[in-house]
């Protein structure tokens, strides 16, 4: 039981890796991608080219809405809808992270291990109760 908890606390601070590395990306159907996914911000460029952040977007019939920065409360017909982006989870740069981060804790282990065990300096210099060689 204590090698459970032992696992689970070591790994619970490293749970944000799981969603650390995100990506912008266009989105093919704006009108499908929100009634589908429920993003929590997309970035919307309108017919007119203005770039509109646009937080808990829905869409009604062929109306999208949602809340702009500072709070208010936006509708904007579909058809004024020429793109829109919205951050997805980039899962190989969070593999990348995940797996650099593995590697960086194996060494340190490894070097800490290796260094209780009273082995050779890994610097490359040989001592001998505190004399070199």
């Not at 499908?32 to 017919?47: M, R």
């Amino acid at each position: 039981m204590s090698r459970r908890l032992t696992v689970a606390g070591t790994l619970l601070p490293l749970a944000f890796l799981a969603t650390a590395c995100r990506t912008v990306v266009p989105v093919p159907s704006p009108a499908q991608y929100v009634s589908t996914k429920s993003p929590g911000l997309v970035w919307v460029t309108k017919t007119d080219n203005s770039v509109v952040a646009l937080g808990s977007p829905h869409v009604m019939g062929d109306t999208l809405t949602g809340f702009v920065p500072g709070g208010d409360y936006v509708e904007m017909p579909l058809s004024t809808v020429q793109s829109m982006r919205a951050s997805v989870a980039a899962k190989g740069h969070t593999m990348l992270l995940v797996g650099g981060i593995a590697v960086a804790a194996a060494v340190a282990t490894a070097v800490a291990v290796h260094a209780a065990s009273g082995g050779p300096d890994l610097s490359g210099h040989c001592t001998i109760m505190g004399e070199e060689c």
